[in-house]
C-alpha cells in the first residue's frame, strides 16, 4: 500500500497553462492520466501512487462505458440515488460484457496499460475486507451522505470519504452490524473553515477519529477534504497542506494501528495537481473527463449532497 509523502520541496505544481480541453473522452482520460504522473512525479511519487475517481455526476451512461471499456474502476458519486443508478448500468453492461465470446471482461493486460488500473492495486489493495464489485469496480461515496440514505447506498459502496458527524459514523455502524460486514470511511474535515463546506472542524477532527476508531464495524482509513473554488489552483496549497498536517499528526498519534490509515481525498479537476503535490493520493476528477453539465452546475457541486 503507498502511502501519502510529504514532498521534499514544496515547489509549485506543474502548471502548463490553459490549453484546449480534448475533444473525446478517450484523449481527456489520458490527459488526465499524464497529468496526474506528471504531478505525481515532481512530489517524488509514482503516478501508480495516486488513485483517480472518475466522478460521473455530469456523465452520461455511453461515457461511463467507455471509462469500463479503457480499464477504469473507480468511480465516485455525490448522491445517493445518481450512484445506485449509476452502479446498475455499470452491472448491467459488465454482465453483458461476460455473456459474448471475447469481450468477457478487460484482460489483465489492458488493465495495466492503464494508469489508473496501476494505482487501483497500488494504493487500496489492502481494501480486501470488502473486494470490489464486478470486474473490480469500486464505487466511492464523496459527497454528504444523509443518514437516512446511508442504508440505501452502503451495499454499492467500498469507500465512503464524507464522514463528518459522530451520529453518521454510528449510524454507518449499525448498518455494518446488521450486515456483519466492515465499512471503511474518510473522515472528512472542512481545512478551509468555509461555512458552506461540509466537514468537521479542524479541531474536532481527532476526538471525532477517535470516537470513531472505537467502532468495531467502521474503519476509519483517512481523511478527505475540499479547497474553495477559484480560478487559480495555488490557492488551494493551503487548504491541502493543512489537512495534510493534520493527517501526519494524526498517523504519528497512533491512527492506523488497528487498519491502515493511509489514504488522504483531496483535489478535484480544478486542483488536483496541487492536492497531489502536497500528498493526495485520492483525487475526484469530473469535469476534466466529461466536461461541464449542460445547466451550468460547476464541479463545485459534486461533492454537495442535494437530495
Known amino acids: 500500500m503507498a502511502t501519502t509523502r510529504t514532498p521534499a520541496k514544496k515547489s509549485p505544481a506543474p502548471q502548463a497553462g490553459p490549453v484546449p480541453a480534448p475533444d473525446t473522452l478517450e484523449a481527456r482520460y489520458r490527459a488526465v492520466c499524464g497529468r496526474v504522473a506528471r504531478a505525481a512525479g515532481a512530489s517524488g511519487r509514482a ?52 455473456i459474448h465470446a471475447g469481450t468477457r471482461r478487460i484482460s489483465a493486460e489492458a488493465a495495466a496499460e492503464t494508469l489508473f488500473a496501476a494505482s487501483s492495486r497500488a494504493v487500496l489493495r489492502p481494501i480486501n475486507a470488502l473486494p470490489g464489485g464486478p470486474d473490480g469496480v469500486r464505487w466511492h461515496m464523496i459527497g454528504h451522505l444523509q443518514r437516512n440514505k446511508a442504508r440505501k447506498v452502503i451495499e454499492f459502496v467500498r469507500l465512503t470519504h464524507s464522514v463528518d458527524s459522530l451520529r453518521l459514523a454510528e449510524e454507518l455502524q449499525q448498518i455494518a452490524l446488521r450486515k456483519d460486514h466492515v465499512i471503511e470511511v474518510l473522515l472528512q474535515v472542512n481545512c478551509s ?5 461540509f466537514g468537521c472542524p479542524m479541531p474536532a477532527a481527532i476526538p471525532l477519529a477517535e470516537q470513531i476508531q472505537s467502532m468495531i464495524n467502521v474503519r476509519l482509513r483517512g481523511l478527505m477534504t475540499m479547497a474553495p473554488y477559484g480560478d487559480n489552483p495555488e490557492d488551494s496549497r493551503p487548504v491541502f497542506a493543512r489537512c495534510r498536517e493534520l493527517f501526519e499528526e494524526m498517523s504519528s498519534m497512533g491512527f492506523g494501528e488497528e487498519s491502515p490509515f493511509n489514504i488522504l481525498s483531496m483535489g478535484m479537476s480544478g486542483d488536483f495537481e496541487v492536492a497531489i503535490s502536497e500528498g493526495a493520493n485520492i483525487v475526484r476528477v469530473g469535469t476534466a473527463l466529461f466536461g461541464d453539465r449542460v445547466d451550468g452546475l460547476r464541479e463545485a457541486d459534486e461533492a454537495a449532497e442535494e437530495d
Open 193 to 197: 473553515g468555509e461555512a458552506s463546506k
Open 47 to 98: 503516478g501508480s501512487d495516486v488513485i483517480v475517481v472518475a466522478v460521473t455526476k455530469t456523465a452520461d451512461p455511453e461515457q461511463i462505458r467507455s471509462l469500463l471499456q479503457l480499464g477504469h474502476r473507480d468511480f465516485g458519486e455525490n448522491r445517493a440515488q445518481q450512484l445506485i443508478q449509476h452502479a446498475a448500468i455499470v452491472e448491467e453492461f459488465l454482465s453483458r460484457q461476460k
